[in-house]
């Protein structure tokens, strides 16, 4: 046996260090989500990103590495940035939910609820609107004091360079502050674009969004005014029958069928516009939303 207790058989050995290597990756492994989720605003989306860093682990020979928490961490915000990337180069395009990898565990929706309260939905609104590269430097050195040599390293450029992005970001950050609360004017966003929807008002629409608004649903997202934008119009059938309501205590849109509550919308709001548009048509979720009639 070596130092860490591992036989010596060339079989046995492999097995017990791949073992070995699992367990060091399980010890990291909330650390990697949290930072993941902070990066993606996405509990599924973190849970790829995660299992990610442990193939890039387990193919990488990385056995030896003694800061194997700051190396991991530096591999996860390399993939959230290459999935941050996709979704801006995607522009226009929605980007589906990524298939998830087989992975020993199972995600946990109490633990993106306290993950999401940690962070704050304003925070993460506000995230959304950084390009990926401030992203990743905010949330490395300001969140997980991630130095700037190595968010300079994952993005491509000096420590200089990283500081600024940093920085920048930072202002954004501190600049919006939290969403507004007013919610007369929200309510009055939300009539506008209920009425550009249905009447297919293409322009309208855009201008009520934020230009790099989120739209979630049960099976992807879209990100970007022009995008959700196109989405927004062809919502025209089901904004017929919508009607303004508060979604879970936000400012929403609840559509009923048949006398059944079919989808609901809730609304986030950065500036007066809006941000962030959560989409609930799966039936074991709608049937959790506290939904009033306003």
């Known amino acids: 046996m070596n130092e860490n207790g591992i036989p010596g058989g060339d079989g046995e050995r492999n097995a017990a260090e791949n073992e070995f ?16 989720y902070r990066m993606l605003g996405s509990g599924a989306e973190a849970d790829d990103a995660v299992q990610e860093a ?31 990337r996709s979704r801006k180069s995607r522009g226009e395009e929605p980007l589906e939910a990524t298939a998830r990898v087989a992975d020993a565990s199972v995600a ?40 700037y040599e190595e968010v300079g390293d994952i993005v491509g450029r000096s420590p200089v360079a990283a500081r600024q992005l940093a920085s920048r970001a930072r202002r954004r950050v501190q600049g919006a502050g939290a969403p507004g609360r007013d919610v007369v004017r929200q309510r009055q966003v939300v009539d506008a674009f209920l009425a550009a929807a249905r009447e297919g008002d293409f322009e309208a629409l855009v201008e009520l969004l934020d230009p790099d608004v989120v739209a979630r649903t049960d099976v992807g997202v879209t990100t970007g005014a022009q995008a959700v934008a196109k ?11 919508a009607r303004p309501a ?46 009033e009639l306003v």
Do not use: K
């Not at 633990?111 to 962070?119: F, M, N, P, R």
């Not at 609901?264 to 799966?282: N, P, S, Y």
């Open 108 to 147: 946990d929706p109490e633990q993106d609820a306290l993950l999401a309260d940690s962070v704050g939905v304003a925070l993460l609104v506000v995230l959304e609107t950084l390009s990926p590269a401030e992203r990743l430097a905010f949330v490395l050195h300001d969140l997980f004091a991630v130095s």
């Open 21 to 36: 290597l699992a367990r060091r990756f399980e010890s990291h492994r909330s650390h990697l989500r949290a930072v993941a």
């Open 231 to 241: 989405g927004a119009a062809s919502f025209a059938h089901f904004a017929y029958v």
């Open 54 to 84: 442990w193939f890039r682990l387990s193919r990488s020979g990385a056995r030896q590495v003694e800061n194997l928490g700051g190396w991991l961490t530096t591999v996860v915000g390399r993939v959230c940035l290459d999935m941050l």
């Open 246 to 291: 508060l979604v879970d205590g936000a400012t929403g849109l609840a559509v009923f069928l048949d006398d059944r509550l079919d989808r609901a919308l809730a609304f986030t709001f950065v500036h007066d516009r809006i941000a962030l548009i959560e989409i609930v048509t799966a039936p074991d979720r709608v049937a959790r939303l506290d939904v």
